[in-house]
Structure formats: structure tokens, C-alpha cells
């Protein structure tokens, strides 16, 4: 098995910047991918930025420049730099890793609130 946690989610204003933490822990194969979803109310949940495990990342193309997802393998942990942040941001933001065969684990997701 596998557990996510996330960090680092609050109440922030627009313009700011705050950073996310994912560790992840258990059975954890190379090669994999991790990264992060998100959840605003109401809406469907959608990709923000994924990673692999040799740095190898792609983001939702409206995040594309805010945005800045990166890894460290040796802790199995990844990271999300959000910067100039919008009122839309606003959301659940989920951790995910993909092993493979081996399956996809998900955090219990940390809110992020950017208030005007």
C-alpha cells in the first residue's frame, strides 16, 4: 500500500504565492509519476501539473508560467510552486501517484482558499 500526504494548503489572497507538499510513502516502484489534481466546488476535478520520476512534467495549459511542479526521489516527495494566484484557484488540491500495474494512490487533498 501506499499513503500521500499533502501540505501546505491555506487561506491566501490573490497575488500570492504558496507552496505544496505531496510525501509519499509504502510500496513505492520507479519508474512512476506523481502529481497534482484539483477540485473547485461544483466543478469536475482536473489536472494541474503532473511529474515523472526523471523530471519529465506537464501542466494544464492555463497554469502553464504560475505553476511549477518538481520532485525529489530520493524522499518521494513532490512539490508545487503556485505563484500570482487567482480567486479561480481556489480548490481541493489532490495528490496522486501512478505506479503502473501496480495502481494509482490519491491524498486526502488540501484546501487551497485565495481570497480577495
Known amino acids: 500500500q501506499v499513503q500521500l500526504v499533502e501540505s501546505g494548503g491555506g487561506l491566501v489572497q490573490a497575488g500570492d504565492s504558496l507552496r505544496l507538499s505531496c510525501a509519499a510513502s509504502g510500496s513505492i516502484f520507479s519508474p512512476n509519476t506523481m502529481g497534482w489534481f484539483r477540485q473547485a466546488p461544483g466543478k469536475q476535478r482536473e489536472l494541474v501539473a503532473v511529474?515523472?520520476?526523471?523530471?519529465?512534467?506537464r501542466y494544464a495549459d492555463s497554469l502553464k508560467g504560475r505553476f511549477a511542479i518538481s520532485r525529489d526521489n530520493a524522499m518521494n516527495t513532490v512539490y508545487l510552486q503556485m505563484n500570482s494566484l487567482k480567486l479561480e484557484d481556489t480548490a481541493v488540491y489532490y495528490c496522486?501517484?501512478?505506479?503502473?500495474?501496480?495502481?494509482?494512490?490519491w491524498g486526502q487533498g488540501t484546501q487551497v482558499t485565495v481570497s480577495s
Open positions: 496522486t501517484i501512478r505506479l503502473g500495474r501496480y495502481g494509482d494512490y
Open positions: 511529474i515523472t520520476s526523471d523530471s519529465s512534467a
